[in-house]
């Protein structure tokens, strides 16, 4: 079928140049008063990349105001967020109802949809949250990624769009930029057009101060196709698009913009960047514009050409729709899964017979394999389920029975991210924005590396599932580099994130089915390398892990000791109970999967769990910082207190005296302390 | 002066290829048979570099075993530390003492030397930890740039010395490796030599499978002098080593390998990277390469080249001696500190003179810019200080009067790192090991950028001192990706590493102190954006930040409450007593500007802090994980639960409820709670 695509109405030499001139000079004033009022803000670059924005919403994106959602728009990444008033003055002029005047004379205030940098949720055609650099970029991988999953899974009539990214050369210097550049280089995502913001002025002085890299060549040295234009020639900018649209590589067009275009004295330097202009300032930008109205004033002219380029979607939206109501219903149920992020039936049920699995079987094996186990099985019944590993599959265990894609076949569902765990989260993200399910991949320790993008999931609240195997000491030989130890602390730390770490088999299939449900915030399974023995026989009982923390032993009597303990060392605390109950000593033990879950229950039922017992004892191969809530200030915790280091599992718990009898004695020791025997 | 510098005792077209293949076979020898007898580890990379690292020690490596820590020795930093056997191999062949054979044969075992990963302190030729992959590469950045400011400061007939990086795909996959490429290629450091084991294979398959990037394309865009060899041809990789040191560029080159060299069915696959052979493929491959000697076994032949090898800096050492004995010692007073890691006279004093100047000015200021000010009287006493900015350097004030380094001229104290904060801080992980203070800058929301490298400041014990400022929502309208909010406690979870949360001036200059007298764990000095009023009056008393936590204000009686708080909160704190003495309600602040510091205490002055009274509250713009140790599970905290959110920082504070009457109102529903009043 053939399938319609915007193309360019009028050729690039026929351009309208005063109007397009006027559009660019509405988004500069807006953006300028916006800064004012707001006595805050980054003028430079909205005032720099205001005619390559004109150019582009008015000629070439695809999108249509009266429906922000709709799912074949073209995309706009503003990776260099902090032009953030490029885009709601944009998305003002266009007509976005979510984008009044008054949202911008509210700019940077409390509540205000028009916050410092664009924040996904607040507004129709923000796509996602940027301001941290070099997420944007890397985030739209994400985006590219899936338009080509989609029109692979879906078809190419309900799923034909492109990615456009504005990036400054801050998104350039950061690491993650390499890491985006080449997987969309490597996966040919042809649909991608960075428009980089090449003004040579960074916050400290000008660009060439810090970087020597021809960025044009680093780029083609990853496979993009590559030009440099000026950024203030509607002709260029637009016949760049073309170009860019025209190739069957990613493309990046260098614009080449003067930083707070128009300011008087400022223009061109750091000082446009990050602070208000100042009125005297923005009086001479107004007259360099030939811009005689007064503060958010936008005289007709402009307004009708914006209006006009809010209008060029419409039919395309209405063909689209037309198209999309002829999609037989079995080729759509997954799209409409991801369009209302919603899951099958049969998750429980797989769920289920995972568990019933691991307590038939009773074999010690690490949680990462059973992992495997459970997500053989649920993988089969999400075909939105994107699975991927940062080089490490046959160690993490999240490929199963998944094909990987390539750049000639996105019929796959599992992506190869290469050692690149930073990129690999932010293009998640962008996954999860479309809808996908997205599953990536590491040791534990290095999710370290992807902070800054795992932010960003739990701040845009996206269900991104994290694989994080080798979670502790219990790795092993490669030793205190590869060992997590502040990392289950530091990530409970993070808001919005859930972080389970299961004790055998059974709670495996639970948080799974956890991390499944939770669409709306990413999940980080913390899974051994070394076997564990399967603890609970409970197939049939209800989703206990989704309590956070339950009674996985309870005492012979009124405990005297509470155990708390999570993932592989909930076994020490059970063998400590068991010693200590042979000494009379009645002794509950609590699994404690999920503090994020915990915290969550009613009161009373937290109660319930932290009990009455006198003595509190936990134990976790980590650093003490999570368990402080649990266990308070005169509890014991058995862990870590330093790096790790190398040598086999069961010498390292032997050295760093994470053992069941470190807790027995830790408990026998409290009730001497607190005279209670 | 003319100094000295190896050169190869003989061109390249007359190597002795015997001789070479059988010191690489060495190499290889030993590798298989530590892996094998640890039954774990990563043969592939050392079988297939031992030919290069043949021809670096035996023709080009400046060294002398005899004194592993000889100043002007090069460096060879092995970034692809997986193939940490190679360089156990060859520091043993060469008789470093740290490495006898007995540590090959407890390879990986628990206290070997000889650890998983190379670690840095565990042997002499170890020049830093790795592992984590790209974070060898851009710490070498450090020591490269360290070698240039040491010829600057200190001068060329003391500091003239190269770096040379072993890396692997894995290293130039993550981004860190852009950051370092990028800063390498601006600054010109031509003594900089990476050598790219080019072997196409990565853990997941060929590499081909995730990168299409042209490595020598995309380091020539960097501004590198790029060559491509056979990894197997000691002449093309002497010759190549020639080209490097004849470059005024940093150079590449990629060696072309085969991983696993030599196993007859696993070579140039997967499955030589990490894991052992298995005794079978190692009979294949000692086979192959004609290595007919039992395990650990080393033919005279073999250990004579090395002994060579080993001997060829004896006389540059001693030159080099010669020549530092004759340097005025008002040249070498600096150095020497480097060496020693101890600090100059006089510190004290300006510490000192600091806190008096923040009582006499009483003025409201941000703790960034009190730290400005404490900075640029301790910078003037320290040469050895190199401070630097990741492109915040006007917001984060850590410059003062530092004159920056450019590439032409390294006799400046302030590094424009660009955005780059992960390349940043691995890069001062190399100029700590070298002796220097590094400081470097950016947000406190952008240290999630750069954890994996400052965890390996924390497990190597470098005094790296990280300026992170605007640390809170007090940074207002930037919003919630700018905010800080989990960072805090993610910091405090790691071992090794202090940070410290100053009130007001005097503890600002008292935290300077404790950093610059860390010289063996980093240091963070999370500070405010915002102005904040100067509370402490007593600019006479020693360090009271350096107890960790103290008392800031006394109770009118019998305390019923006890508030605790960090940094721009301990106002909030102050307040809120102020407000319940009012009432009656005798109330204590402790200010608490390090855990770490505080957990060092003895108990009986930990107790004492704690204090008795039974209302415990504590307050701070961040999560409250880190507060439970403090308050207990029946404390209330007061602070974030949630991202933030863009707006005026005032109106923050009273939106998240964090405000003094918050305060008070706990401490007195508390005392209800609890019966207390």
């Known amino acids: 079928m053939p399938v319609s695509s915007l193309s360019r109405a009028i050729p690039a030499a026929s351009l309208d140049l005063a ?26 670059m909205p005032l720099g990349m205001a005619d390559v924005a004109a150019v582009l919403f008015s000629q070439h994106l695809k999108f249509d105001p009266a429906d922000p959602a709709w799912p074949d728009r073209d995309r706009l990444i503003l990776s260099a967020g902090h032009g953030s008033m490029l885009l709601y003055a944009a998305l003002h002029l266009l007509g976005y109802e979510d984008m009044p005047l008054d949202e911008l004379k509210r700019f940077r205030t409390t509540h205000s949809r028009a916050a410092g940098h664009p924040e996904y949720g607040h507004a129709g055609g923000i796509e996602t949250t940027t301001g941290p650099l070099g997420q944007g970029l890397a985030t739209a991988i994400g985006f590219a990624l899936a338009e080509r999953l989609g029109a692979a899974h879906f078809g190419k009539d309900i799923v034909d769009h492109r990615t456009y990214v504005i990036a ?107 602070s208000p202009l100042g009125t005297k300032e ?28 809010a209008a060029r ?18 080729r759509k149920v997954v799209f409409e899964r991801c369009l209302t992020k919603s899951l099958p039936a049969g998750l429980s049920e797989a769920v289920l017979a995972a568990k019933r699995g691991f307590v038939e079987s009773a074999a010690q094996i690490p949680t990462r394999k059973a992992s495997e186990q459970v997500f053989d099985q649920l993988s089969r019944l999400l075909p939105e389920l994107i699975s991927g590993s940062a080089d490490l599959t046959s160690a993490t265990l999240n490929k199963a029975s998944l094909r990987a894609i390539t750049p000639e076949d996105f019929s796959g569902h599992f992506v190869h991210w290469g050692i690149r765990e930073h990129a690999m989260v932010a293009a998640m993200n962008g996954l999860a924005i479309e809808g996908f399910i997205p599953v990536g991949a590491t040791f534990l320790a290095f999710s370290d590396y992807f902070r800054p993008a795992l932010r960003l999931s739990a701040l845009m609240g996206l269900g991104t599932i994290h694989v994080m195997t080798h979670d502790s000491i219990g790795l092993g030989e ?54 564990v023995p399967q603890l609970r026989q409970d197939a049939e009982t209800q989703n206990r892990s989704a309590l956070g923390a339950y009674e996985i032993a309870a005492a012979n009597g009124e405990a005297q000791v509470s155990l708390f303990s999570s993932g592989s060392e909930v076994q020490l605390a059970l063998a400590a109970r068991d010693q200590l109950e042979s000494e009379g000593i009645a002794t509950r033990v609590v699994s404690v999967p999920s503090f994020e879950l915990f915290a969550e229950q009613p009161a009373s039922y937290r109660a319930a769990i932290l009990g009455t017992a006198p003595v509190r004892v936990a134990v976790e191969a980590a650093v003490r910082q999570s368990w402080d809530g649990l266990i308070g200030i005169d509890g014991d915790f058995i862990g870590m207190n330093s790096f790790g280091a190398s040598g086999p599992a069961e010498e390292l718990y032997e050295l760093f005296g994470i053992t069941a009898k470190a807790v027995a004695d830790a408990a026998r020791q409290q009730l001497k302390r607190k005279g209670v025997s």
């Not at 109007?19 to 430079?44: C, F, V, W, Y």
């Not at 991608?192 to 060549?217: H, K, P, R, Y």
């Not at 923005?282 to 380029?309: H, M, Q, S, T, Y």
């Not at 948080?511 to 669409?519: D, G, K, P, V």
């Open 19 to 44: 109007e397009l001139k006027l559009m660019a000079n509405a988004l500069r004033a807006l953006t300028m008063d916006a800064i004012e009022q707001a006595k805050s803000g980054h003028p430079g």
């Open 168 to 274: 400054s050369d801050g998104d350039l210097m950061e690491g993650i930029s390499q890491e985006a550049i080449a997987l969309a280089g490597h996966f040919k995502l042809s649909r991608l057009t960075v428009l980089f913001d090449d003004n040579n002025i960074c916050i400290d002085g000008s660009v060439d101060m810090v970087e020597s890299t021809d960025q044009l060549a680093r780029f083609r040295a990853s496979g993009w196709h590559v030009l440099r234009i000026d950024g203030h020639d509607p002709e260029a900018i637009s016949a760049a698009i073309d170009e860019a649209r025209a190739s069957d590589r990613p493309t990046l067009i260098a614009c080449r913009t003067v930083i707070g275009f128009s300011a008087p004295t400022k223009a061109n330097k750091p000082d446009a960047h990050s």
């Open 282 to 309: 923005v009086a001479g930008a107004r007259a360099n514009l030939g811009w005689n109205w007064g503060p958010f004033e936008i005289p007709d002219a402009a307004d009708a050409a914006w209006k006009a380029a």
């Open 313 to 330: 979607g419409k039919q395309d939206r209405q063909d689209w729709i037309k198209r999309f109501a002829q999609v037989p219903a079995d």
């Open 478 to 531: 490669d030793g205190s580099t590869h060992q997590p130890v502040e990392h289950l602390a530091a990530l409970r730390a993070m808001p919005n994130l859930l972080v389970l770490r299961p004790a055998d088999g059974i709670e495996t299939a639970e948080a799974w089915e956890i991390a499944l449900q939770n669409r709306k915030r990413p999940t980080i399974l913390a899974l051994t390398r070394q076997p």
